[in-house]
């Protein structure tokens, strides 16, 4: 250091030193979607969502957006002090003076039943071992129970209880209260008992606004200015710089670790204390922090650390792997960083800066720009001041002018120095200088016997004094280059927008190996590479990847830790082949905003995978309300409703922004198959058919770490009815029994006019026989009763036989046609008179026993079953060839059954019908169907045959 003072000295520019570096703080406030800016209570759910106070509402975040809740939503008002998850997931809400809130599923009740107004702002909300709500307000405390509020304690003139703020357990039976003007409460539930322990009688500050009880149950009280312990009944002051005792005001603690607690100040940032030694490291604006300004702090899942803030909104910081030394320390604008003489020393454009083995910067020329630095195989310094070209030797306090002139690039090698103008390259060697014709350069690396020259336009060789290209490298086709770097004497390194070039020469010849930037995905705007042993690390726009170079480069494998650091975190991006990897692997680079200072040892990776959920469905165009669909079988969609777009949600706090989703539809076709990786968190399914579906996604944390137990909604669009089975079954069967109906109809209707038919025409027979009968008998009858009387007289014995028989016949045959008896004496007698005739003028001996059955059948029914009989005797004479027969009638019940029976020969009754052309049979088969009467024939060859009739009554 002494040496370099010494050097610049000669420069004529005084020294400062400046100690602070910047560390990364990211801000959410109402520009990305935080309901109000003045933000005080914030805590992490079961969900891992974390929820935020302001004074314009409460808000959700879920690491990229925010779900707001103000008075339009139902709060009972914006100005939100206290907010606290209850075992049943629900989100207490405490307001300035107006009461309570709850919200639960996302819908707000406010609860009653206190005096409000008396009691004043909610401060704080717990719950007790048993569910019970403990609301603190600063009067009194309230209780929820069974639904309802109640006052457990409440201040009165004789038990001043005010300034209540926060509160935590030591136990299920004792809670602390820190008190803004009372010091620090003790309450006791059983017996209910609250008692003022500790306040300024007892030498400590009656302005107290937080209160912690650690795992060895000491209790911690944040005050102003000063921060208290009380274990074992004991008390323990702390008090911090006296200067800054305004500024200490404590109003939150949270616990790191065991040896440390985080304290929040209203008025100076906050800090760090240690437990054991009682130190304070304070971190605030000069560290980049946006505001002095803090309230609560607490830290998430993933390790990062939350504030609430004044006007700030809220305030993520994660560790201080990443720092930035910025124009705050003189580092306005950095053009070079090179290691020398165990210093880092820092060309600026307002002068050299060196940064010390204790990371302290100290300004050692000011006004006056350097612009290049170049350490020299014999450890000397190179330094160009935008004017000239200066050496320094380890072993002098002179400079060496090494030439005037302004030169972009500086380099010394193999006894030639290297002068990058704008037009051309300016070579010192021992005996001579000459001129190559160049155009500006970004560095130079020595490869083989000659060198590689690096260009935005383009990679180039240098030797025997000329430029050349690089055989299989045209700067038309390979250019846009960014850095280089040495591997080993005949290998390099160079990277361009889209390349990575892997450069060997063996007896002056060239071998490339490319890769395409596309292989490492996460980095974008490539700057600069860097080659560290089996490092390769690779600088982008807010990130670092480190790549196994042996692994690349000999199996053509990638694998890489990728280093975050938050967006935009340098204004500007950092220089072209800008890195530098100092002794202590603290990894640097140049930029118009400062210098990046990247320390591995004190990253903090992710490891946690992120939490899945759905934050919105939409069916087509609208939240889909899954209330109206839910059945017991689960959400049921109809066939028409089937547009749906799900927006994923991976909740995330460190790289929200990196986070990667893959889904698949379980019922599609191929629905088994995992999508690409996307940033894209929404996706649509477009008129889905209908099915039993499983939307799953999976996704990672920003940092290549997946959740791989993935989120499932299911679902089941029902089939149009007229695609059913049952639609179908349905639709054949009303089909079949419409057509069985229209042929069954159809026939029924030809089967009636076929009876009415043969009906009408057994009427007209029956009265054309009635009329024949009647003609015979009247007319043709007479006149054969006067023959036979004129025969009588003449006493011709032959002509009066003929005539006599000749009238006998004619009576019979009218008396086959009408019956005249049927009408005169009834059916029971004209039956047994037609059996006794057939019995006299037949062989067959004929028996009959017939009921009087006169008042049973109408005269219609009577005569059908008269002809019925009669048809039946009449095939029994003509084609039974029977010896006996019998004719019964009587009555049964509600039936009048009538059985002729035979001893003939008998015959198949079946085939009888089906080959008949019988008129008889079949008119006596119609006179049956008339009657409604059921016939029975039942027949055995040789054995004879019986008719059975049966007639309803």
């Known amino acids: 250091m002494k040496r370099l003072f010494l050097i610049f000295f000669l420069l004529s520019i005084c020294s400062l030193s400046v100690t602070a570096q910047r560390y990364q703080f990211k801000k959410y406030k109402t520009e990305e979607g935080l309901v109000n800016n003045e933000t005080y209570a914030i805590m ?158 007892d030498g400590i500050n009656n302005i107290c606004y937080s209160v912690f009880v650690d795992a060895k149950k000491d209790i911690w009280v944040g ?117 020398w003489n165990e210093e880092l020393i820092i060309a600026t454009n307002d002068g050299v800066v060196v940064l010390d083995e204790n990371k302290n910067i100290y300004q050692i020329t000011k006004g006056s720009p350097i612009k290049n630095l170049f350490v020299t ?52 060697a021992e005996d001579s200088t000459y001129f190559i014709k160049s155009k500006r350069a970004i560095t130079i690396k020595p490869i083989g016997d000659r060198y590689l020259v690096c260009k935005i336009s383009g990679l180039l060789q240098m030797n025997d004094k000329k430029i050349d290209t690089i055989p299989g490298l045209n700067p038309k086709l390979h250019n846009d280059f960014r850095s280089m770097d040495i591997i080993n004497a005949n290998e390099v390194l160079a990277g361009s927008e889209k390349k990575l070039y892997h450069i060997t020469i063996h007896n002056d010849s060239f071998k490339i190996q490319t890769f395409n930037m596309s292989r490492f995905p996460s980095l974008k705007h490539f700057r600069a590479l860097k080659v560290d042993g089996n490092d390769l690390w690779l600088a982008g726009r807010d990130k670092l990847l480190k790549v196994d170079l042996e692994l690349l480069l000999k199996k053509d494998t990638v694998i890489a830790k990728k280093y975050n650091t938050m967006s935009h975190f340098l204004e500007n991006d950092i220089d072209f082949n800008s890195l530098l990897i100092t002794d202590d692997k603290t990894i640097l680079a140049a930029s118009l905003s400062g210098m990046l200072a990247f320390n591995e040892k004190a990253f903090l990776p992710n490891t946690q995978p992120p939490k899945l959920d759905i934050s919105q469905i939409l069916l087509f165009s609208e939240p889909l309300e899954d209330s109206l669909f839910r059945t017991k079988k689960g959400i049921v969609l109809p066939f028409q409703k089937n547009y749906l777009s799900f927006s994923m949600e991976a909740i995330t706090y460190t790289n929200p922004e990196d986070v990667h989703y893959q889904y698949r539809m379980k019922g599609l076709r191929d629905g088994n198959e995992w999508s690409q990786p996307t940033k894209e968190p929404n996706v649509v399914f477009s008129y889905l058919p209908p099915g039993e579906y499983v939307f799953e996604f999976i996704a990672d944390n920003g940092d290549g770490v997946w959740q791989t137990q993935p989120y499932q909604y299911s679902f089941v669009i029902t089939v149009p009815f007229w695609k059913t089975w049952f639609f179908w079954v349905s639709l054949l069967s009303i089909t079949s029994i419409s057509v069985f109906l229209f042929y069954y109809l159809k026939n029924k209707a030809e089967q009636r006019r076929n009876e009415a038919y043969t009906h009408n025409l057994i009427k007209a027979q029956e009265e054309e026989r009635t009329r024949v009968a009647r003609e015979l008998h009247d007319s043709v009858g007479q006149k054969l009763m006067l023959l036979t009387k004129k025969t009588k007289s003449t006493g011709n014995q032959e002509m009066e036989t003929l005539a006599t028989n000749t009238l006998q016949e004619l009576r019979a045959i009218s008396r086959g046609l009408h019956p005249a008896t049927l009408e005169r004496l009834g059916p029971a007698a004209a039956i047994r008179n037609m059996v006794d005739e057939v019995d006299a003028n037949t062989n067959i001996f004929f028996t009959h026993e017939i009921e009087d059955i006169d008042t049973l059948l109408s005269k219609e029914a009577s005569l059908h079953l008269y002809r019925i009989i009669q048809e039946v005797l009449n095939n029994i004479v003509k084609h039974a060839e029977a010896k006996a027969a019998s004719v019964t009638i009587e009555k049964k019940k509600n039936t009048i059954e009538a059985i002729i029976t035979d001893n003939g020969k008998g015959f198949e009754f079946s085939e009888k019908v089906k080959i008949s052309e019988s008129l008889g049979m079949k008119t006596l088969l119609e006179r049956a169907k008339i009657l409604h009467s059921k016939i029975d024939f039942k027949s055995q060859i040789n054995k004879g045959t019986t008719v059975t009739l049966t007639i309803p009554i």
């Open 223 to 339: 005050a102003y200015g000063e921060l208290y312990k009380i274990s074992n009944g004991k008390l323990t002051i702390y008090r911090f710089k006296p200067e800054d005792f305004d500024k200490n005001r404590v109003y939150g603690i949270l616990e790191e670790n065991e040896n440390e607690l985080f304290l929040s100040f209203e008025g100076n940032g906050f800090g760090i204390f240690n437990k054991q030694t009682g130190d304070l490291k304070i971190i605030n604006e000069a560290q980049g922090l946006p505001t002095k300004y803090i309230y609560q702090m607490i830290k998430d899942t993933e390790g990062n650390h939350w504030m609430t803030s004044y006007g700030e909104g809220i305030i993520r910081f994660r560790d201080t792997a990443f720092k930035i030394y910025d124009d705050t320390q003189g580092l306005s604008s950095v053009n070079d960083i090179v290691e």
């Open 377 to 428: 195989p014999e450890d000397n310094l190179l330094y160009n001041t935008g004017k000239a070209v200066f050496e320094h030797s380890n072993n002098s306090t002179k400079l060496k002018l090494i030439d005037e002139g302004d030169y972009n690039l500086l380099f010394k090698e193999r006894d030639k120095t290297f002068l990058f103008g704008t037009d051309n390259i300016k070579v010192l």
């Open 44 to 201: 992490q759910d079961s969900k891992n969502r974390i929820w935020v106070s302001t004074t314009g509402g409460i808000s959700c975040f879920n690491g990229k957006t925010f779900k707001n809740y103000t008075t339009e939503d139902g709060l009972v008002s914006n100005i939100v002090f206290s907010i606290f998850e209850d075992s049943k997931g629900r989100m207490w809400v405490g307001t300035l003076d107006n009461g309570i809130s709850i919200i639960e599923n996302g819908k707000i009740t406010n609860p009653k039943g206190v005096d409000f107004d008396y009691l004043g702002s909610a401060t704080y909300i717990l719950e007790g071992a048993d569910g019970t709500i403990y609301i603190i307000f600063v009067k009194g405390i309230v209780i929820y129970k069974k639904g309802k509020l109640e006052y457990l304690i409440k201040g009165t003139e004789d038990n001043q209880i005010s300034g209540m703020q926060s509160a935590d357990w030591y136990d299920d039976n004792n809670l602390y209260i820190a008190s803004s003007n009372k010091g620090i409460y003790k309450m006791t539930l059983n017996p209910l008992k609250i008692e003022n322990i500790f306040n300024e009688k």
